[in-house]
């Protein structure tokens, strides 16, 4: 005598078929990061020069950024381009994310997809604006500013893309902490009162994450430390308002479905 259960969304569904999906949202997610790069790649240089506004505007009279590399004046703003493609993208990323994620949702959760999709992206952008727009200026005014006397500020180009890459990734990914909370309620991993019982391992864990992720300057690690615990303030008050996962709650179209036998 065998015990019945009710399929979940997505049981039916082979470890084949869900690597071919796999495969073909990560074909699409490249197809469109690449169409991007091409129409951007013209414009490298162009976007390198708004991209080093913050710096320059805070660079002593006389000097300038320099290329200590041969290959660099053409890879790094090949670079800048590359990665401002896949930022762009982000939006059409993070779709793809959700389509290959959705079958294995209930219906109250997926009615929370579009909410929670564009809450996504315009906390990521808002991320990268507030790096670029308090945090830079900030950061770039306190380094110039401490050099000794008769050392010129004169930084490599590459060094300095790859340091504002690290900002914008650190802070456009910090500030997705409140969809990080929703999702991790709704999937029932941890509820409203735990969230709020670690609060202070969280307050030190975004500062330890401060100080590993931003150069090591008070006013970064704190310009970063301190919007992520208040975004996961922020988590906890919009997880308040959703229902987390029930082993219970009825999959979408389970009726439909017939029930399986275990193997015996």
């Known amino acids: 005598m065998s015990d019945k259960r009710t399929t979940q969304p997505g049981d039916d569904m082979p470890l084949v078929a869900h690597l071919t999906e796999l495969r073909s949202r990560l074909l699409r997610i490249v197809v469109v990061w690449m169409l991007i790069f091409a129409g951007l790649f013209y414009f490298a240089n162009d976007l390198y020069t708004f991209i080093s506004e913050p710096l320059r505007a805070y660079m002593p009279e006389g000097t300038s950024m320099i290329a ?102 650190a802070f456009g990914l910090s500030f997705e902490i409140p969809v990080a909370t929703v999702l991790l309620v709704l999937a029932g991993i941890v509820d409203v009162a735990k969230l709020k019982e670690i609060r202070p391992y969280v307050v030190v864990g975004c500062f330890v994450i401060g100080m590993v992720l931003t150069p090591p300057d008070v006013i970064s690690q704190a310009l970063l430390a301190i919007p992520m615990w208040l975004l996961y303030e922020v988590g906890i008050v919009f997880s308040q308002m959703v229902r987390p996962r029930k082993d219970d709650a009825e999959p979408e179209s389970t009726a439909d479905k017939p029930e399986q036998q275990p193997p015996a």
């Open 68 to 169: 200590t590399d041969v290959a660099s004046p053409f890879l790094t703003p090949f670079k800048l381009a590359l990665v401002s493609a896949l930022f762009l993208a982000m939006p059409f990323v993070l779709h793809q994310i959700w389509g290959f994620i959705a079958p294995g949702l209930y219906k109250h959760e997926k009615r929370l997809a579009v909410p929670l999709l564009a809450s996504s992206i315009v906390l990521f952008y808002s991320g990268m604006a507030f790096a670029y727009f308090v945090v830079f200026p900030l950061v770039f005014g306190f380094f110039t500013s401490t050099a000794p006397a008769g050392v010129a500020v004169m930084t490599d180009i590459n060094k300095y893309l790859d340091f504002v890459l690290t900002l914008f990734m």
